[in-house]
Structures are given as C-alpha cells and as structure tokens.
C-alpha cells in the first residue's frame, strides 16, 4: 500500500477527502512526515468516481465518421489525455509541494488511476479498466463544445428569429424570450461583479462648434445621455431608450467618441458611483462557473461556460458596419433588455474596441424624463440616482498645423 498525504493535494475537495478519510502517517510522496495519509487505492477511487462524470473515452464521443474523406466529422480520437495526465495538466490537483520534482507529481498521478483500477489478475479475466491503460480521455461534450448546451442552441434560434422573423415577444407563438434566455441565468450569475461606490467612471462627447462649456446643473445633463427621444439605436439600447454608456478612464472614454490629436474638443466628464451597482462582467475576466470536479456540486454544463459568455463578449465589441447595424444590433438590445429585467443587474462591463486593455459599461439608466411622471420615468433609472458628476473638462487638441509657405 503506498501512501500520499492531505499536502501532496492544491485541490479543496481531495484534501478535504483525505483529512475525512485518512489516518496519520509519513507520506511517500512529498516526503512530509507525522501528517494525514491515505492510500493512493482509497483516494484513486474516488478520483476515478469524478473522472468518469467529467471526462469519456475519446473514442466513445466522437461522432460520425466520414469515410470517403477519411476523417471524424466532429473531433479526432486521438486528440485525448490519458487520465493521470489529465489530473496533472487538466484539472491540476496537485500542490507544489508535490511537485517539488516532476518524477514524483507523474508517479503519484500514474499510482491515483493504477492503484484504485482492476489489478492484472482481474483485467486477465476480462474486467475493462476504461480509465487505465492505454485509454485516451476527453471532457464529455467536447466535441459538441458549447453547441451542445441550451443556451447556445436558444440564443442562436433567438437571433435568428428576431433578425428575420419577427422582432416582438408573443409567447402564444413558441417560446418567449425569457423561456429562451433562462439557461443563461447561472451564467449571468457567476459572471457579475460589483462595482464599489465611489468608482470613478468616464464618458466624453465630441462638441463640433465653439460654444461655451456648460455650469452649474447643465454639467451633468449636458455629458450625461441624450434624451430618449434623441436617442439613436446603439449596441445595447433600441432607438428611443437612453442607457449611460461609460469607459474605465478618461483616454477610453475620449478614444470612443473619436477624439483625435488634431483639431478636435471633446467634454469629458468624470462620474462617481453614489452606491455599488451589481454588473455583468463581459471582459472575460471572471472565470471559475463550472469549478472543481471534485466538488459535490460540480455541473458539467457550465464546463463551456466561458466559452458562452465569451461568444456574447464577442458579440457585443465586434465591428458593425453601415446598413447592417440596426439589425445586428437587436439581438444584444435584446439581451441587454432580458440581463436588465431578469437577472436584476445595473449594467454589463465588456472590452473596449479601441483600447486593448480598457473596459466600457453599458449601465440601465438614463436621462430623467423630461415630464415628471411621464412614461420614461419607468423605462430607466435616472442616471443621477447612481452616480454625480466630479470634474467635467473642456479639452482641445492642437489646430491643425499651417501649410508651409502659408505666411
Ligand atoms: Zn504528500
């Protein structure tokens, strides 16, 4: 019996499997002395148990073969991981400790599959040991990918319905938006963030002419959004609803108006958070969803979760040109509309096309109507409510240079 310990272990629920289930000792692999061991047969147990709810033969998955071209329509067989391979490279479930020297990580993940599977005898007499061996292993779905989930399929059939079928939710025909969209609700979930009160974000406006900068009250109204009956159909928001698009620094905010060195002015405002707003973060950098497969609470489903979220990132910063826009644009409107109502969030954060490493928000509130009481007032919050404006500064860049021989 040989025997690893609760340090040879960087993943919560293996520890927490060996110091349940294990009994003091010296460890064989990392070489701590007087701590929790267990035998690589027990743990190799339940490490197989989990495998087998994430992983597959590769064989098994792969589809269809096409033999005229001699090749697997969805993903190549061969294009697998042998199961001790995949808990070191994969799922990394080793600590450093253990992986103070490779020889001793690759023997203690090779022993977790070989001690707990069928010995020799066994396997003479028949016992297939799918995880040992010379099986090649691939996550289950791989190769159906994010396709496979519900989400994907709904927001590809929602697309296509609302950019050529029809544009207005009737449940009695088929599914509503809401039924299509749900599946993504764990993911909006897991992917929000808070932004603090206090955060200062940024949002500029080109001005053409030389009129005078706004004071007093007009300051915020003049940088803030337009009024909905100004407003022009964006990424986010269909025409005549007025959301607060903002950039995480000033150079951002400037960069998506247009601004440029020569010849330009720009208002640029800088808002502070009044109280903390709960944003869906698109910038990719949220990750954990589907966890730990080791975890009792592990869903495969969510395994292409990042791969979803980053399918809508792409969405959303991906050039529209021209005559196309308006179209393009209903199915993010759409989302953002369903994100704002159902999963309860103040704005979605997504990369910035212009600057590699900035990050613009949408956020769900607008100008205040301009009638108290009037219908707008239940379309959007009012963008006061969430945030004041700091500074607002006239900039100009330099006048175009003279033409030589000009003088
Ligand atoms: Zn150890």
């Known amino acids: 019996m040989k025997l690893c310990c609760i340090h040879c272990f960087s ?3 293996l520890r927490r499997f060996v110091q349940e289930n294990g009994q003091s000792g010296n460890c064989q692999y990392c070489g701590t002395q007087k701590t929790t061991t267990i035998s690589t047969a027990v743990i190799g147990d339940f490490v197989r148990d989990k495998l087998i709810c994430a992983y597959t033969r590769s064989t098994s998955d792969v589809g269809p073969y096409d033999s005229e071209d001699k090749v697997y329509l969805w993903g190549d067989p061969t294009d697998g991981l042998y199961a001790w391979e995949i808990l070191l490279s994969e799922e990394c479930v080793l600590s450093s400790r253990a992986w103070t020297d490779d020889s001793v990580a690759e023997k203690l993940a090779q022993d977790l599959v070989m001690d707990s599977g069928p010995d020799s005898r066994d396997i003479a007499q028949g016992a297939d040991d799918w995880l040992g061996g010379d099986a090649l292993l691939v996550l289950r779905n791989k ?8 989400f994907h399929e709904g927001w590809h059939g929602l697309k296509e319905r609302l950019q050529r079928a029809r544009f207005f939710d009737c449940p009695s025909h088929g599914e509503s938006r809401a039924e299509i969209l749900r599946p993504v609700l764990d993911l909006i979930e897991q992917a929000t963030i808070t932004l603090d009160a206090g955060t200062s974000l940024w949002r500029a406006r080109r001005i053409y002419d030389d009129r005078p900068p706004p004071v007093g009250e007009l300051k915020a109204t003049e940088i803030g959004p337009a009024p909905p009956r100004l407003t022009n159909g964006k ?11 903002l950039a995480s620094d000033g150079d951002t905010a400037c960069a998506e108006v247009a601004w440029e060195h020569v010849d330009s002015r720009v208002w640029l405002g800088e808002f502070n958070l009044r109280s903390e707003l709960k944003i869906l973060d698109l910038t990719g950098k949220t990750a954990a969803y589907a966890g730990s497969i080791f975890s009792p609470t592990y869903d495969h489903s969510l395994r292409w979760a990042p791969q979803i979220m980053h399918g809508f990132a792409n969405e959303i910063s991906k050039p529209i040109e021209g005559t196309q826009e308006e179209l ?4 993010t409107q759409v989302l953002s509309e369903y ?3 159902f999963a309860g969030v103040n704005g979605i954060a997504y990369k910035s096309a212009k600057r590699a ?6 956020l769900f509130c607008g100008r205040a109507p301009d009638h108290p009481g009037s219908w707008t007032a239940a379309a959007a919050v009012p963008f006061s409510d969430w945030m004041e404006l700091g500074q607002l500064q006239d900039i100009r860049s330099a006048p175009p240079s003279a033409p030589a021989g000009s003088l």
Request: glycine share 8%.
């Open 11 to 13: 993943d919560e629920y």
């Open 328 to 331: 393009e644009y209903v199915p």
């Open 235 to 245: 990424r986010m928001s269909p025409p005549g609803i007025s959301y607060m698009y």
């Open 143 to 150: 190769f159906f990918g994010p396709q496979d989930t519900g």
């Open 339 to 341: 994100v704002r109502l």
């Open 357 to 362: 490493t900035a990050v613009n928000y949408v």
